[in-house]
């Protein structure tokens, strides 16, 4: 499914989330607009966080931001209106200072992959001043104790 | 051009915002998504406010924020990628608490009235608390000397 | 809940559909931007048509369209990111050439009235020339028998 | 202003398009959601191509489509609500089958970089079928003769 010899996730935790796509979110080439699927991202990123305990809204409540620095995404074949997607979420390497979310939205019924992706992220308060990626956000995210 | 006698801005400042519609505004059936015009309506205000010499960002700058309380569009064409369209942006009447801004977006080129519609907006303070609209604002947005 | 004697959705059938808020739906006032929630409406009237057997993508595989004439929406509470919210749709009176829905969005873990609304929806042929509303869609959507 | 040895551009054109942020392209952050920039990387290279005597609209006219296959962005400083910025677009290099476009975002009045960019983009027919990069498009676009 990859040209690496790794395969998504890598070991880590995968979230699936599902939903079917909105008109609003077609172009009128007939298919999703492009800029969408970074969207989903987005919604994937917020399940991923809440299914290993740590949910978005509650980072922002402790006054951390994780904010975008980089966004990538292949697109591979276009999802239609009212299609059932699947967007899978993982957390990969990152640096002392940030942490990569990495994506595949696919078809729900057949599995054909549809966009891959990835989004780099840097810590914040919430007046925008970066700072180090606390660990207790890591460790939660990554899945790995905090040293 | 409106069913009432009454004729669009009647007598009031009207403020003309052209611009070209973008890829991403439109949707599958070919056309611009109908809740695009919606945006439209909110950059006519945008000018609207710059235009009379209270640009909205100051509004907000001095802890007011004028939420919007009801909106409405009549969709009687539909604009296309790459239109260039303008919105024209008037105000209206409204109450001691609300202000009425009232559009119409058209074809640059000819005229033809694509959209029409109004907002309607409410003062807050910036933790969304209602309060009477301040004069200075009324004042400034629709033309007329405080009391 | 309604100002007039009626209550939404008047005997006819209901549908709920519930997401959560995305962060790209807000706007720099912390809350849901009110276009939004026009784009939430639009999944209520998806997934009513599907709940009553005529989804709205074979409805458009048999070349008609139904386009949105006029929407119209009151604000009356705001949501915000990660908010699990129910939109109930219902099909309401129309004429010859339309059909009406209407809408309300609430909190679902309180039911709070966030935004209510309607659109009016003209049927079209694929190229945009208004027809009468085909007898098999009106009834389908408004549960009411052909003549 | 970049890493490499090679300025934006390479001495190849770059088109500038200037507008103002929208509030409906903020998010809760206070600042412009990260998709908002790759809708106006789009906005920049529907300029670029007019700029350069090939409109976009013109491409699809005679049946060919410049679907995205990737989107890469790094966002270095936010954009606010009401920002006059500047997109610089420019043509890169490409393979038989794409077309690559770069992008940058800069504030207007300082040139202060906010977002860099780009995308690529294959040619398709109107059903989506992948084709060679009709000639006469590249050389449009690249500013380069035809073989």
Redo the contacts between chains.
Sequence with gaps: MEASGRSFGDGGRIVETA??V???E??????V???SY??WF??GR?EYTRAVGL???EVEDVGV?L?????????HR?A???DLVVVRTTVGEGTKATLTFRYEVRLQWDGTLLVSGHTVHAATDLS?RVQRMPERVRAALTGRAPP
Tied chains: 1, 2, 3, 4.
């Design positions: 939903f079917r909105r008109y609003a077609t172009d009128a080439m007939g298919v607009h492009h800029t970074l969207v987005e919604v917020t949910p978005y809204r931001r904010v975008v620095v980089e966004a990538c995404a292949q697109f276009p239609r209106y009212d925008g």
